[in-house]
């Protein structure tokens, strides 16, 4: 071996590269990582929140260090339709005990903590620059090749988000296909803590998660999130691309409408927008994990498609760590026998198998197809709660009916075996 | 079909951190006639609201403010893009927030 060669080099600075380069420094590894933007992180979005329990295992009470913004111990799921908002809201202390808490993030600030404690492990970090290929000679990966400059590596590991170009030039996977991503677009909307802790109804350093399905994504497959952060709110529209193209309005005008619609409106006012972002999540699940093994290199994080999006919960940062512990695994091991082969790497699918990453994924295999294939979801259900909760609601001095015949009616509007056909399939694909 | 856009992107982009790489587009359409059907897949979803069209009803796109998702090259890199690549090292968006 020469010795300007790393025993492992990482491209990308998100979460997955970064607790890989960190594990295998940790454990005295030559690591080097590269990252395109000026910090780690600065090209990185969530919508956000991280479930702490895979980095729990990593770093032990890391919350208490971590720039994380509030812990989540309020759920709310909406069904919107442009009137109105049928609200379920869950709030317990269940959800903030240690190892099953979750926090909402801003990515340019954690990752930059995560990459901090990547160099105090020893991390050699390098920023500012795109590696452009991989070295590849005889079909082993043996390095990156950035601008004039190649760099060579023993193991080299993508950690180069959903996006992932590298992954496509070595022939892992073809592009990704419109059904299998969704875009989203997020605003930073900044408010004092106080301001915020009243009108969501938390304690100091608590927060809340809030997912809507219906008129935010117009209708289509996807839906609005909002998310509170110490001193801000991240509000966006996340929506799949295939589904996306078919709608009658932009998806900034989507995000524009949901900041206007009169549930969302008020818990924003006085509020000053501090960024716009934009980025691709990974949602086709189990079916969309391309080829993430070859002869010296590995495959990790969103640039292998870990993530998943259940409607109510998403997931892509859990799995990012997850992934990221299953590949320092198989690299330790290879290291050790000095054999990088895709043969010996292999092992990197069997940590991953027992893991959570591979159990969840293939848990949860047939959900995205389910959402593809239930619009009702998106376009029927959130009318129909509405439409219920009004004639609940609204008191018009009209004769009233029995309430069994009012919501009959909207049933049969929607037909009975479509609900019962779609809450099978829904309860099944779970 | 009318697309609803009304909304200013182009105001909320200016609120954003860039280092524009001048000279140097990292995503270029192709120079041949635009497929407008294509093309109306990227109004509608480039979170950026980069793909325009000016008053004669001819693309007019601008990869200033590209906030580098894919979302155009994963609906249309096969075919109204002639490139698609990230911006250079420490070059296009920087996420503060993120």
Redesign the interface.
């Known amino acids: 071996m020469s010795d300007d060669r790393f025993d492992a080099i990482i491209v990308g600075g998100g979460i997955a590269g970064t607790v890989t380069a960190y594990l295998l420094a940790k454990e005295g590894l030559e690591v080097m990582l590269v990252e395109r933007g000026n910090y780690a992180g600065s090209k990185n979005v969530t919508g956000g929140r991280i479930y702490s329990h895979s980095l729990e295992k990593i770093m032990p009470g890391f919350a208490q260090e971590a720039p994380v913004e509030r812990k989540i111990t309020r759920e709310k799921i909406s069904l919107m339709t442009e009137e109105s908002n049928v609200t379920v809201e869950f709030s317990s202390t269940r959800l903030g005990e240690q190892g099953s808490d979750s926090y909402s993030v801003l990515r340019g600030v954690f990752d930059q903590w995560l990459a901090s404690k990547a160099e105090d492990a020893g991390v050699q970090m390098v920023t500012g620059i795109r590696v452009d290929d991989l070295i590849v000679r005889e079909g082993k990966v043996c390095g990156v090749i950035a601008g004039e400059d190649e760099l060579e590596a023993n193991v080299t590991i993508l950690a180069d988000g959903v996006n992932s170009l590298l992954a496509q030039k070595l022939g892992y996977r073809g592009e990704l296909a419109p059904h299998q991503v969704a875009v989203g677009v997020k605003e930073i909307i900044e408010l004092s803590a106080e301001v915020i802790d009243n009108r969501f109804n938390c304690r100091e350093g608590e927060g809340t998660s809030w997912l809507f399905a219906g008129i935010p994504s117009a209708g289509k497959v996807g839906g609005g999130f909002l998310y509170t952060n110490k001193t801000s709110i991240s509000l966006g529209v996340v929506s799949t691309l295939s589904e996306l193209i078919k709608a009658n309005k932009t998806l900034p005008q989507m995000l524009e409408d949901f900041k206007s619609h009169p549930s969302i409106e008020p818990l924003l006012k006085g509020g000053k927008m501090m960024e716009y972002s934009g980025h691709l999540v990974p949602e086709g699940g189990f079916h969309m994990v391309p080829k993430i093994i070859g002869d010296g290199v590995l495959v990790v994080g969103d640039a292998a498609g870990f993530c998943i999006n259940l409607g109510y919960a998403v997931r892509g940062m859990d799995f990012a760590v997850g992934s990221a512990e299953c590949a320092a695994k198989a690299v330790l091991k290879a290291n050790k026998a000095q054999d990088f082969s895709a043969g010996f790497l292999q092992c990197y699918q069997s940590f991953l198998d027992e893991s959570f990453v591979m159990k969840d994924l293939k848990h949860y295999r047939n959900f995205p197809h389910f959402l593809e294939e239930t619009p009702r979801i998106f376009n029927g259900y959130p009318g129909m709660a509405a439409d219920i909760m009004t004639d609940l609601f609204v008191v018009t001095g009209n004769p009233p009916q029995p309430m069994m015949k009012m919501m009959m009616k909207h049933v049969k509007n929607m037909g009975m075996l479509n609900i019962a056909k779609d809450g099978w399939k829904g309860v099944r694909s779970l | ?7 200013n ?1 182009d105001q ?2 200016g ?2 951190k860039f ?1 524009v790489d001048e000279g140097n587009a990292h995503i270029v359409l192709k120079k041949d006639k635009i497929d407008m059907q294509e093309y ?2 990227l ?7 980069l793909y325009k069209i000016d008053e004669n009803g001819n693309p007019q796109f601008d990869y200033a403010g590209c ?5 155009c ?3 249309c ?2 075919t109204i893009l002639e490139k698609w ?6 070059m ?7």
Do not use: S
């Open positions: 079909m009318t697309i609803v856009n009304t909304v992107v909320k982009l609120i954003d280092h109306q897949k109004m509608i979803a480039c979170p950026a609201g906030l580098e998702c894919g979302t090259r994963v609906l890199g096969k690549e990230f911006p250079q090292g420490t296009g968006i920087e996420f503060r927030f993120g």
